[in-house]
């Protein structure tokens, strides 16, 4: 249009409902001044946080029909529980009709410690972070970080060499007297990770925060080590870029010093090399036997020993070594690689990875088997070159890669017939769960005895009691409550069976955990009648 003439907008209004709850703390009170966050599903950032009152309770401005994921914060709190809510078309303008919805948050804790070397001497400039202890394992990169062209360049999938942890862990640097404060630490079961240069990296066994506690994991003692470095080439002596180097731990009585501290048979450090072909990894005194691996290329071994350390030659044993790969041959060479982890980016370590082909019976051999490592990088060997052949055989479509661990549902992905080669990168949904009762519809009283077959996505199937679990009522509290864990996100339908009442069905939509493990769908009451 000419400058200066305008055109008309028109603006469509349509009735909304209000929602409405409070946010308690792990002690059951409401939360003052928590904010909560009200957002489509998938989000827009539409709505401002709604602020709680003096009991916690909120009420958010009128919604549209749809459906939006309602989330709490504040300060030295961490979320438990947050919640998916679906707005009907509003008849009337202006109604508060939508059932109130509870949100939970848990106070913080506090790890304290102090972090010294092998003759007890403070180590100042030490990183130190915390880990969720059931889902990620020792295992650190220790390679220069890529510029952005360079990473840029790398295949899709590698991971990038990285000095710090995860975005959502907690980080410290230890003082002059080695002691180190992590705050604002969620509750639960954690690992402390001590992460220094010349020391090797330190892993403490698994440890419990209480809600608002504050743990002293005391004195950690490190060792000493030397940044090993190296470099991958080709057989024509080409630099390869994101090849994986593993350092395996030292053979039983060959003298080589280890780290105490690292839980026994946890994964060995590795490293990614770099666009030159160049890596790093810090290792203690003694034997070491690095692996080098790449798409394409048959493994190679080396043996390396690192002198010992003294207070003359401290980087004595930092000299280059060359990893050179041979080229892969023979019929079943296919290498299909990459890295695993879960939507809030967690590294699935030690997750089951296999492959198969399509239309394979249950319980069929796969095509190849391989446990993810600390960082969730995979490398499934001895693939076909190209999947073509195999999955014409069996009827065409995609090759199948599943993923199994103990804290998440099974996950199963379709490849393409060219993957072999290429990198995968594998996202398994955060799984949810379900708490709650079962209660006569007449009368209120609640049924002891019941049975439930779980439904979801894909085929996944669940079941209340859990007949692999062992035990009457596995996961509940009480002979009165049901629990479902580790159910793939989406619609399921359960049914109920009891005796004496009637089979009942209801569908519930399960969301994700705020962790694995926890419950996304708490307090549901489902009811029977009387047959």
């Known amino acids: 249009r000419p400058r200066g003439q305008s055109r008309p907008v028109e603006l469509a209004l349509v009735p909304g409902l209000y929602a409405r709850g409070q ?29 709680t ?44 009709a939508l059932a109130p919805v509870t949100l939970e948050l848990i106070r913080t804790g506090k790890i304290t410690g102090r972090v010294v070397d092998e003759r007890g001497r403070p180590l100042v ?27 840029a360049a790398m295949p899709a999938g590698t991971i990038l060499p990285s000095l710090s942890s995860r975005a959502t862990s907690r980080r410290a640097v ?36 209480a809600p608002g506690a504050t743990l002293d994991v005391g004195t950690l003692r490190v060792q000493g080590a ?17 090849a994986r180097v593993t350092a395996a731990s030292p053979p039983s009585g060959s003298g080589a010093a280890t780290n105490g501290a690292a839980a026994a048979g946890a994964p060995g450090l590795y490293a990614v090399s770099g666009a030159e072909g160049e890596f790093n990894l810090p290792l203690p005194a003694g034997e070491h036997r690095l692996t080098a691996s790449a798409p394409g290329h048959r493994d190679v071994t080396v043996t390396v ?34 890295v695993v982890h879960d939507s809030e980016g967690r590294p699935l370590a030690r997750a089951r990875i ?38 014409a055989s069996s009827g065409g479509g995609g090759a199948i890669v599943t993923v199994q661990h103990d804290g998440y549902a099974p996950y199963r992905q379709v490849i393409a017939p060219d993957a072999v080669g290429a990198s995968l990168r594998i996202v398994v949904p955060i799984p949810g769960g379900i708490d709650g009762e079962v209660h006569e519809r007449i009368t209120g009283a609640p049924i002891a005895k019941f049975h439930i077959e779980a439904r979801g996505p894909d085929g996944a199937q669940a079941r209340f009691p859990d007949p692999s679990a062992g035990r009457k009522n596995s996961g509940g509290t009480s002979p009165l409550r049901f629990s479902l864990r580790r159910l793939t996100p989406g619609p399921w339908t359960l049914r ?36």
């Open 23 to 51: 946010v308690i703390g792990d002690g059951g009170r409401g939360v003052a001044g928590a904010l909560v966050q009200i957002d489509h599903v998938p989000a827009t950032g539409l709505w401002p946080p709604q602020s």
């Open 53 to 96: 009152d003096s009991d916690g309770r909120w009420i958010s401005g009128p919604l549209a029909a749809g459906s939006y994921r309602v989330r709490a914060r504040r300060d030295g709190f961490v979320a438990r529980k947050a919640a998916t809510i679906s707005v009907p078309p509003a008849a009337v303008p202006d109604a508060i």
């Open 125 to 151: 400039g030490a990183t130190v972070h915390d880990r969720l202890a059931e889902t990620e394992y020792l295992g650190v990169i220790w390679a220069r970080l890529p510029l952005a062209a360079e990473a």
């Open 174 to 209: 230890s003082d002059a007297s080695g002691a180190f404060v992590l705050d604002d630490v969620p509750p639960g079961r954690v690992d402390v990770e001590v992460l220094n240069a010349s020391s090797v990296p330190l892993r403490t066994g698994a440890l419990t925060l």
């Open 226 to 242: 030397v940044l090993f470095a190296g470099r991958v080439v080709d057989a024509d002596g080409r630099a390869v870029t994101g």
């Open 305 to 338: 020993r690192v002198p010992p350390i003294t207070a003359a030659s401290p980087d004595a044993g930092a000299t280059t070594t060359t990893l050179r790969l041979a080229r892969g041959g023979g019929e079943l060479n296919g290498v299909l690689e990459g």
């Open 354 to 391: 296999s492959a198969h082909a399509p239309g394979a019976p249950p319980g069929a051999a796969p095509l190849a088997s391989a446990v993810a490592d600390a960082g969730g990088g995979f490398r499934l060997t001895g693939l076909p070159p190209v999947l073509a052949p195999v999955l």
């Open 496 to 531: 109920l069976e009891a005796r004496g009442y009637r089979s009942t069905e209801q569908t519930i939509e399960v969301t994700p955990a705020t962790s694995p493990g926890d419950a996304s769908v708490r307090e549901l009451r489902l009811e029977m009648e009387r047959s």
